[in-house]
């Protein structure tokens, strides 16, 4: 991808962030109300407040780079240029879901776009990841593999393996916490000790900071981390520190039954630093964009997100006799 | 007796066991509040030096039992969903079920594991498994499978003062469901079946989750003239044979009713048992209801498909009532 000199998106990438973000927004505050709606067959993790992190990394990937993803993965998947129908009727449960119903918003996957799936369990996705980075370095394929992870994650002794190993074998990967401050209705600092990012320092792996709510922050960083993963020299590690506006998991309140963990407070400030809005203020004064031309984009992304739900809809159940077909390869269970 | 939910059943006996003995200590993600309701308002009660969450590192809360058990502590450990127990296996296979016989008899581990499982509600093959075969074949940990609150209570009493491993499997999919608890202090023993429904004609043997669609299908049997014995092993480890093959000898016929997968389930192993021990009165083969082998799927048709249904232990009953 070319970099302007300021090492900053050029106006047609800064357009293209915003639309990508707006778009995972718009596809999961549908997703909110089909939940809250309670007509969504599974259990949805929304990434509201978090576009900036997985779009800003993903828009500086080839669609043959890989990543990993997690539970809260539908912001990976859309920002790594995953269908928005396809991941849409997989939610739904349907048979053109991009996972053929069988896994659901959890587990969404597109091998073709290089995702290699969001992930029910936690840590999951971070050996799998370097196991993605081994294949790359032996075939010296030029692919360099994503893993996102969340703070919690963090704390799964898997993560210091996986640390040490590709520190040791120079492994095309780029480890991305995402620091959004809880895991589940637990504050991170009450599970954290010390800084994340001193973990992987400590393995001798280049390790930055960044603004998770700034995209343009978590894109520069980005391009240098693949930069450096993509040369062979070894691992990168991305903190970005974001914040999750919605509870672990819709119907959160109604789990809790009182319970609650956050102040009402702390939710709205980080509102104010919304990455999408931010975003497009910048867009404006930089000239790049009206504010009439960002109408235009939100009504388009509206207009896909509205379709991609027509798609599900109209499309028909998953195929039950795949349970069976589908568990093996060119075997029988 | 009162009515209570099962969830609510598991929280009267942690405050009970709590209150009863300082040495009873609660860890794991989320215990505070609580995502099941199971450990909620344990912390108000009893504070952080007896209950506390934790990070998320399974492989080493399934350790730090082990290490805590043995330094005193009756340790309750929750896992929340079963599949996290995979994330925790190697303390709990080379370690939790071993370190008795290899320490020759030196060590005591009063651990109690909870955790949910089963399908059923769309959550996909990470958080719909049953587990417990693999627990069973382990050697080393008692399981228990409580059906309703008030065996969830007792067992639940009983493990909590135990003298070793038990994996309590919560039936995530009947929390809110609602039985009658018996008043005060009790316990339920492990390895003593409940027999939930006399019968004479089959017997249905239905583990955890399987028991309310087992006593349903017993209902729907009985209106086509079968009638259905309906068995609760209430734990697998320690197993309860006499109650199973006392009901085997008189009705001869038996479907036993798992939500393990099929191969070496649960119900796989009563079948072998029964073979071996109930040979001569046995007038059909024994027949198996669980899920097959294969991940649980995400769509909702596609799990109707391969979950256990009243449906399915009605077609299985009746094919072996009709057995000659
Ligand atoms: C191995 C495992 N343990 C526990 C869970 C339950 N769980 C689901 S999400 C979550 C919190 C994850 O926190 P983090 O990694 O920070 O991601 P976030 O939810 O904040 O995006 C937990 C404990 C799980 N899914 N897998």
Redesign the interface.
């Known amino acids: 991808m070319t970099t302007q000199p300021s090492g900053g998106p050029t106006p047609e990438q800064s357009l293209a962030l915003y639309e990508r973000m707006l778009l995972i927004r718009r596809t999961e505050e549908k997703l909110s109300a089909d939940a809250a709606a309670g007509v969504l067959p599974g259990a949805v993790h929304l990434y509201i407040g978090q576009e900036a992190v997985a779009t800003g990394v993903c828009m500086q990937l080839k669609d043959s780079d890989w990543i990993t993803s997690t539970h809260r993965g539908h912001g990976h998947f859309l920002a790594k240029g995953g269908d928005v129908n396809a991941m849409m009727a997989e939610i739904w449960g349907k048979k053109t879901g991009i996972c053929k119903g069988m896994g659901g918003s959890m587990h969404v996957a597109d091998l073709s776009k290089g995702i290699l799936g969001a992930n029910g369990i936690v840590g999951g996705g971070l050996a799998i990841s370097v196991g993605a980075a081994f294949g790359s370095k032996l075939s010296n394929d030029g692919r360099v593999t994503v893993c996102f992870f969340g703070d919690g994650a963090a704390n799964q002794g898997v993560f210091m393996e996986c640390l040490n190993v590709s520190s040791l074998w120079e492994l095309p990967v780029v480890f991305v916490c995402e620091h959004n401050h809880f895991c589940e209705f637990t504050r991170a600092e009450q599970v954290t000790s010390g800084e994340i990012i001193n973990r992987a320092r400590a393995f001798g792996i280049h390790a930055v900071k960044v603004d998770g709510n700034d995209v343009e922050a978590v894109w520069r960083a980005t391009a240098e981390a693949v930069a450096l993963a993509r040369s062979g020299k070894g691992p990168c590690f991305i903190e970005a520190e974001t914040y999750r506006i919605k509870g672990h998991m819709e119907f959160e309140k109604e789990l809790l039954a009182g319970g609650k963990y956050r102040e009402l407070d702390e939710i709205e400030q980080w509102r104010a630093r919304d990455p999408i809005t931010r975003h497009g203020e910048r867009l404006v004064k930089a000239g790049i964009a009206t504010a009439a031309q960002l109408e235009e984009i939100g009504a388009r992304v509206a207009r896909q997100v509205e379709e991609a739900v027509a798609f599900s809809h109209r499309s028909e159940p998953a195929d039950e006799s795949l349970v069976f077909d589908l568990m093996f390869a060119g075997q029988k269970p | 007796m009162a009515r209570k939910r099962y969830t609510q059943a598991i929280n009267e006996a942690l405050f009970e066991e709590m209150e009863r003995d300082p040495k009873v200590i609660v860890f794991g993600?989320?215990v505070?509040?609580?995502?099941f309701?199971d450990t909620?308002g344990l912390l108000d009660r009893f504070g952080r030096n007896r209950i506390r969450?934790?990070?998320?590192?399974?492989?080493?809360l399934t350790g730090m039992a082990v290490g805590a058990a043995a330094a005193g502590y009756r340790v309750v450990l929750h896992m929340m969903f079963s599949?996290?127990l995979y994330?925790g296996f190697d303390a709990i296979a080379n370690q939790m079920a071993k370190l008795r016989l290899m320490t020759g008899g030196q060590l005591e581990l009063p651990i109690t594991i909870l955790s949910g499982y089963g399908g059923g509600?769309?959550?996909?093959?990470?958080?719909s498994d049953t587990p417990h075969p693999l627990l069973m074949n382990l050697g080393g940990v008692n399981v228990a499978v409580p059906a309703t609150p008030a065996d969830a209570k007792g067992l639940l009493k009983t493990a909590i003062r135990g003298r070793n491993p038990t994996f309590f499997m919560e039936a995530s999919g009947r929390g809110g469901d609602s039985g009658e608890v018996p008043d005060g202090d009790y316990t339920v023993p492990f390895g003593k079946a409940a027999i939930a429904r006399e019968g004479s004609d089959v017997t249905l043997i239905a583990i955890g989750t399987m028991l309310k669609p087992a006593l349903g299908a017993a209902k729907q049997l009985e209106a086509n003239g079968i009638s259905a014995e309906v068995i609760d092993p209430r734990t697998l480890v320690p197993f309860d044979e006499d109650t199973i093959l006392r009901s085997v000898r008189k009705t001869g016929r038996v479907v036993v009713v798992d939500e393990a997968r099929d191969r070496c389930s649960a119900a796989s192993h009563i079948a072998a048992i029964l073979a071996d021990k109930a040979f001569g009165s046995l007038k059909a083969p024994v027949k198996r209801v669980t899920v097959?082998?294969?991940?649980m799927?995400?769509?909702?048709?596609?799990e109707a498909?391969?979950f256990p249904s009243e449906a399915n232990i009605v077609s299985a009953a009746s094919a072996v009532a009709k057995a000659a």
Request: aromatic fraction near 6%; charged fraction near 20%; hydrophobic fraction near 35%.
């Open positions: 993600e989320d505070e509040l609580a995502i309701g909620r969450n934790t990070p998320i590192c399974e492989a080493t599949n996290f994330t509600r769309s959550n996909a093959a990470q958080h097959p082998d294969v991940a799927p995400y769509a909702p048709n596609a498909k391969v």
